[in-house]
């Protein structure tokens, strides 16, 4: 094993480790809150999330930036390659838990004006408090390096999956009762919806593009959209 | 610049870069195919579409596991590893592309049963060709390295969130005309599904943490989804 040994690798290392652990702090408290503003019709506590996004969005880059110059200088073993790796990909899942809480602040301040429903929203609630705990428990295993909480999370991720129908499918009918109509105006929307974010995707890829194009030394990296080092 | 030169080395390179661009295609019919079950209540088509949705997903399984071991094995220079990143974050992309495919076509059987709308749902077959083109674009823009189709696609994606927030606003007024309750369920079935997406990326997280954990050497990748290397 040609392991590094050198005291400045090995901070580089950690410094990642930790900016990960951070960033997925922030997130988890962006998902906190905006399930809170949702639930309870809270205006302000949607625009605190609509504020803290930007910086997110910010941490992801840096960390990302600082993970490829890791790889590009100090050509890392297989064990630190993988944590590398691992801190790339989850940066992104990170960033779009963020983009999902913003989501939900913004259709908390679009329900805002309406009285709440007689149930409080019991099956939202539910459903919040096992992501939060997966949330939670996923930033854990990571620190840990846990296995059996990364596990817990892998199989609590169906049971989130089996809710999201029930809710789904119980909504539509009440939606349905009213007239097809509006069953054709919601799955429009989502569709639409789908739409929207298949151009995100595209977007992303096309942000890498103009990277891998454009970057001429990973020491100068610049992705085109004013992401800088740190 | 320290060079390879191994004709081993670039096939390796080239066959990572076709894999891509083969996954890009399929993904594109994908889209092409969902989007024509919804417009034109197409359920054997949306069929279709669910039946490929697995072969995407083991497309990206075993296209970024190649990825990895180049990265590990190759120490690529800057440029390679560039090209390595690029197709590692692609392919997630791509295949979440995928994902809203299969969404789209669960959405296209839902409401095949329904009279087709008197505009033929114009907004969304509007948006469905904007869309489409981006995704050709981006493969195009990856393949040529070509920078202009590249920023071209990433200036299309404002034009289709304009096209979104102008769909979404005019059919959730029609909801509303309806009743309160309507736009109170409709926000409320979003946030179910924001929470279940976030439920899905915290899960990505500790995938790829039981990979970290797990993994003790890159060459035998074992990602505990039953994910192989080929």
């Keep these: 094993m040609n392991r590094h040994i050198s005291g400045q690798y090995d901070s580089e290392l950690e410094s990642v480790r930790l900016g990960f652990m951070g960033m997925g702090g922030r997130v988890e408290r962006q998902v906190q809150t905006a399930t809170r503003a949702f639930v309870t019709h809270d205006v302000e506590a949607a625009a ?3 504020e803290g996004e930007d910086e997110i969005n910010q941490l992801e880059r840096v960390l990302d930036d600082r993970c490829i110059h890791i790889i590009a200088r100090r050509q890392p073993t297989a ?3 993988r ?5 790339m990909k ?3 899942d990170l960033e779009r838990i963020g983009d999902e809480a913003e989501k939900i602040a913004r259709m908390a301040e679009k329900i805002s004006h309406l009285p ?3 149930d409080q929203y019991a099956d939202v609630q539910h459903m919040r408090e096992l992501v939060i705990r997966m949330v939670a428990d996923t930033l854990d295993a990571f620190a840990r390096l846990d296995l059996e909480s990364a596990r817990s999370v892998i199989s609590a991720d169906g049971e989130v999956d ?3 129908r029930s809710i789904d499918e119980s909504l539509s009918q009440e939606l349905h009762m009213h007239a ?3 069953m054709q105006s919601l799955n429009t929307i989502w569709t639409a919806r789908a739409l929207e974010r298949i151009g995100d995707h595209a977007k992303n890829i096309c942000e890498h593009t103009v990277y ?3 970057g001429t030394d990973v020491r100068h990296l610049d992705r085109g959209d004013g992401g800088t080092l740190e």
Tied chains: 1, 2.
Excluded: Q
């Design 162 to 164: 089996t809710m999201f």
């Design 79 to 81: 064990g630190d390659l």
């Design 212 to 214: 891998l194009i454009e």
């Design 116 to 118: 709440l429903p007689p």
């Design 48 to 50: 605190t999330v609509r």
């Design 90 to 92: 989850g940066c992104i």
């Design 180 to 182: 097809d109509s509006v």
């Design 83 to 87: 944590l590398l790796i691992t801190i």
